[in-house]
């Protein structure tokens, strides 16, 4: 039997590069489509010369240089971090909108099923918690989050176009934080600031009070959902995300107790529009994949923190099974 070939956008992100390597081990050909701008060949490193992997290092938002037949498509190229999108806002727009229909039309013209990654985001700040697939959201289209969130919304609303008026098999992860090595140390989020900040004996940088929650979800469970997502007969979206939640607070707790830092908290400004609550209910995963995440946030931050001690570059725990 000869192998099926995925196209991953994003291939050399956080979540792309472990994706990447999970396929490769279900004995997927893979090639990863990125621009290097967020994403890195060292995430990479474990793949570099596998016979069933390559790189192209292109914009998802340009036409893609790419021959041969093509089974599935994962687009997952845009920038993630909140400081990265707010500094890049037309970028992450672009991500969202014209990589979007490029990666539609490479699926839509190889017969290739679709997967989009999508994220927690498009419920803005929730106003029904826990968040299921059926809240359509509550998001400010013109705040500086809109950027992101708009984006994911319209590249979602464009994937379920494609399915409805061209019959796409087509999939859409709605992903929720997410953590674990190759989380890059200075992307900016909670976990990364956190643990860099801990190590180095500085303050913790709590935005606001600290109340607001998350849940946070490791990303050997995270990317076991994805593939299971893109393997199953399901259409449209599914929340893939750990639903244990926790304040920043307690996060910030756990931190200090598990790197053993002397770091105080210091309290900083909420961003704008930073949604106050945060909870996948994975009601349909647990349903649909018989999908349910197995690490712990606990857990989840030491093999992170082994990861950020040990020389950050490749050396991550093997591909999710
Ligand atoms: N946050 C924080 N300190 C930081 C970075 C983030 O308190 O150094 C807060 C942020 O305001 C948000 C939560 O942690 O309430 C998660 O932020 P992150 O940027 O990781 O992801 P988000 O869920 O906002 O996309």
Same mark, same amino acid.
């Given at each position: 039997?000869?192998?099926?070939?995925? !196209?991953?956008?994003?291939?050399?992100?956080? =979540?792309?590069?472990?994706? /990447?390597?999970?396929?490769?081990?279900?004995?997927?050909?893979?090639?990863?489509?990125?621009?290097?701008?967020?994403?890195?060949?060292?995430?990479?490193?474990?793949?570099?010369?596998?016979?069933?992997?390559?790189?192209?290092?292109?914009?998802? /938002?340009?036409?893609?240089?790419?021959?041969?037949?093509?089974?599935?498509?994962?687009?997952?190229?845009?920038?993630?971090?909140p400081p990265?999108?707010l500094?890049?806002?037309?970028?992450?727009?672009?991500?969202?909108?014209?990589?979007?229909?490029?990666?539609?039309?490479?699926?839509?013209?190889?017969?290739?099923?679709?997967?989009?990654?999508?994220?927690?985001?498009? #419920?803005?700040d929730?106003?029904?918690?826990?968040?299921?697939?059926?809240?359509?959201?509550?998001?400010n289209?013109?705040g500086p989050r809109? !950027?992101?969130?708009?984006?994911?919304?319209?590249?979602?609303?464009?994937?379920?176009? #494609?399915?409805?008026?061209?019959?796409?098999?087509?999939?859409?992860?709605? =992903?929720?934080?997410?953590?674990?090595?190759?989380?890059?140390?200075?992307?900016g989020r909670v976990?990364?600031n956190?643990?860099?900040q801990?190590?180095?004996?500085?303050p913790l940088t709590v935005y606001g009070d600290g109340s607001q929650?998350?849940?946070? /979800? #490791?990303?050997?469970?995270?990317?076991?959902?994805?593939?299971?997502?893109?393997?199953?007969?399901? !259409?449209?979206?599914?929340?893939?995300?750990?639903?244990?939640?926790?304040t920043v607070l307690?996060?910030a707790?756990?931190?200090?107790?598990?790197?053993?830092?002397?770091?105080?908290l210091s309290f900083a400004a909420l961003p704008a529009d930073d949604p106050v609550?945060?909870?996948?209910? =994975?009601?349909?995963?647990?349903?649909?994949?018989?999908?349910?995440?197995?690490?712990?946030?606990?857990?989840?931050?030491?093999?992170?923190?082994?990861?950020?001690?040990?020389?950050?570059?490749?050396?991550?725990?093997?591909?999710?099974?």
């Amino acid at each position: 039997m000869t192998s099926r070939r995925a !196209v991953v956008t994003g291939g050399a992100g956080f =979540i792309g590069s472990h994706l /990447c390597e999970a396929l490769v081990a279900q004995g997927w050909k893979v090639t990863a489509v990125d621009n290097l701008v967020t994403g890195s060949t060292d995430n990479l490193a474990g793949l570099a010369d596998h016979a069933d992997f390559e790189l192209v290092v292109a914009d998802a /938002c340009e036409p893609l240089p790419l021959g041969g037949d093509v089974d599935a498509v994962l687009h997952l190229a845009s920038m993630a971090s909140p400081p990265d999108y707010l500094d890049h806002p037309i970028e992450t727009l672009r991500a969202g909108s014209v990589a979007t229909e490029r990666a539609l039309e490479l699926a839509r013209g190889s017969g290739a099923r679709f997967l989009l990654a999508s994220t927690s985001e498009v #419920y803005g700040d929730p106003l029904e918690h826990p968040q299921s697939e059926s809240y359509s959201g509550n998001v400010n289209p013109v705040g500086p989050r809109s !950027v992101y969130d708009e984006a994911k919304r319209y590249a979602e609303a464009l994937t379920m176009a #494609y399915h409805r008026r061209f019959g796409l098999d087509a999939k859409i992860v709605r =992903i929720f934080n997410t953590m674990g090595p190759r989380l890059r140390p200075a992307d900016g989020r909670v976990v990364s600031n956190f643990l860099n900040q801990a190590l180095e004996g500085v303050p913790l940088t709590v935005y606001g009070d600290g109340s607001q929650t998350r849940s946070f /979800c #490791y990303i050997d469970d995270e990317v076991r959902g994805i593939v299971a997502l893109l393997e199953s007969d399901h !259409v449209g979206p599914m929340n893939i995300g750990n639903p244990d939640e926790f304040t920043v607070l307690q996060l910030a707790e756990l931190v200090l107790e598990i790197t053993g830092s002397a770091s105080r908290l210091s309290f900083a400004a909420l961003p704008a529009d930073d949604p106050v609550r945060r909870r996948p209910d =994975i009601t349909l995963a647990r349903t649909v994949l018989g999908w349910e995440p197995v690490v712990s946030l606990r857990e989840g931050l030491e093999l992170t923190l082994e990861w950020y001690r040990g020389g950050r570059v490749g050396s991550a725990p093997g591909p999710a099974a």
